[in-house]
C-alpha cells in the first residue's frame, strides 16, 4: 500500500502516507503496523508522554536508513498538536528556544507515527498548564553494560538499586530500554536535586560492589561491567519512554517489567519484547509502570 490515505482520529482529521514501506526489514514490518501498534498500545502509552516536551527520533526509510532527532515541532503539524516554547541554553543549533509538541492525545501519536517517529524520547520533567518547565517528578537511573556483560549484568544491579532507593524510601520501577540495557524509575518529589542524588547512589554501588559497577562515562571504564548512568536526570536530557519502539533490526518496545522477572532473567533473551509480545503484556498486566 502506498500514497495517502484520509483517516479520522478522534475527530481529527490526518493523511497518512505510504503505509506500506517496510521500516524494519528483518521483519518486514511496516509503516502500518507502527502505526497500528501505537494506536494499540496509546492508552498506557499516552500518561507517560503526557506534559513532557518530546524529542522524536525520525527513521522515514527504517531502521537501515538515515535517521535524526527532532526537537522542534514540524512547521507542518497541525495546529491542534499542543506546543510550547522553551529556552535552550547552549543549543548545539545556537538557537534560544524550541517550539516542542506535547504528544497527549491519540491524533498526536498517530500523526508522529505517520511521521516514522519511531522512537519517543522525553525528559524526566513536565511543563503545567501555561507551558512553563516544572520541577523533575521523576528519577532515572540508566544501566548500560559494557561487553561481555549483558541485561542479565544490569539486573543484579537494578536489584541492588532497588535495594538502596527502598532503604531511602523510594519505589523504583523497572524497564528494558528495548535495546542493550534497562532503566530504573522512581517518582520524585525532592530535594535534593535529582541528579546529584543518583550519582550519589551511583558512586555509593561502585564503591560496594567495583567489579560489578562503574558510575564514570569512559567507554574504557566499561568492560565487564554495568554504567550506572546517573546524568540522565539532568534536565537537558531525554530517556526512551515507556512502551516506546526502538529503531533496532527487530521492532523491539522499551518495555516494563514486573520485579520476577528481573530477578529470574538469565540470558538476554529474557528480556527482549516486541511490538506483538507488549501488545499481549499489557491485555495480561495492564499498565506495569503506574505509579504505585
Known sequence: MSGKTPVRVEGRDLVLTNLGKVLYPADGFTKAEVIDYYTRVAHVLLPHLAGRP??????????????????????????????????????????????????????SLV?????????????????DAD????????????????????IVECCAVALLLR??????????????SGNKGMQLYAAWDGPPEPSAYAKEVARRLERAHPKLVVSVMAKQARQHKVFIDWSQNN??????????????????????????????????????????????????????????
Open 54 to 107: 518530546l524529542t522524536a527520533k525520525r527513521y522515514p526509510n527504517g531502521v537501515e536508513g538515515a535517521f535524526f532527532f527532532e526537537k522542534n515541532a514540524p512547521a507542518h503539524v497541525p495546529g491542534w498538536v499542543r506546543r510550547v516554547t522553551l529556552p535552550v541554553p547552549g543549543s548545539t543549533m545556537d538557537r534560544q528556544t524550541i517550539d516542542f509538541a506535547l504528544v497527549e492525545d491519540l491524533p
Open 111 to 127: 500523526y508522529y507515527a505517520n511521521l516514522a517517529a519511531l522512537e519517543l524520547h522525553v525528559p524526566q520533567w513536565r511543563v
Open 131 to 150: 507551558g512553563a518547565a516544572l520541577a523533575p517528578d521523576t528519577l532515572v537511573f540508566d544501566l548500560d553494560p559494557g561487553p561481555p556483560a549483558t
Open 163 to 176: 535495594e538502596t532507593l527502598a532503604a531511602d524510601g523510594l519505589d523504583a520501577r523497572p524497564k528494558t
Open 235 to 292: 534536565p537537558a536530557k531525554t530517556t526512551i519512554a515507556p512502551y516506546s519502539l526502538r529503531a533496532r533490526p527487530h521492532p523491539t518496545v522499551s518495555t516494563p517489567l514486573l520485579w520476577a522477572e528481573v530477578e529470574g532473567c538469565r540470558t538476554p533473551e529474557d528480556l527482549v519484547f516486541t511490538a506483538s509480545d507488549v501488545l499481549d503484556r499489557v491485555r495480561e498486566h495492564g499498565d506495569l509502570f503506574v505509579r504505585a
